[in-house]
């Protein structure tokens, strides 16, 4: 967190808050348990907010591996079809303007909006 006077103050969460497999869409799922205090996520960022702070989150840009599998939302597109193996579990998106790829985020930034 940055707290020296002059500075915006931050809370920035880079990895730990998701689970190891995402839902149905290939979407990334935040692991409720690492939020037990503030029941999820959004309720931590809007207690954040309440504080005058904000809020970052890194989501590495691709689905689980495990989910290469499934249908990205309103597609036909698969996660693996977009993506290599990465780290961690994970697979990253790499070609950037192929379809699927916007379309993953999009519906990545719908799920975690409406929680």
Not at 2 to 15: A, K, L, M, N, R
Not at 29 to 44: D, M
Not at 54 to 64: I, R
Not at 82 to 105: E, I
Request: aromatic letters at 10%; a negative charge; one cysteine or more.
């Amino acid at each position: 967190m940055v707290t020296q006077p002059g500075h915006d103050y931050v809370c920035s969460i880079d990895s730990g808050w998701s689970t190891t497999g995402g839902d149905q869409n290939g979407r990334i799922v935040e692991n409720t348990t690492v939020f037990s205090a503030h029941g999820s996520l959004k309720r931590f960022g809007d207690h954040l907010h309440s504080q005058g702070l904000k809020l970052g989150v890194y989501p590495l840009p691709g689905a689980v591996t495990s989910d290469g599998d499934k249908t990205i939302e309103n597609t036909q597109i698969q996660p693996k079809d977009v993506s290599q193996p990465g780290y961690f579990a994970r697979t990253t998106f790499f070609l950037w303007g192929k379809d699927g790829v916007q379309q993953w985020h999009d519906s990545e930034i719908r799920y975690l909006e409406a929680q």
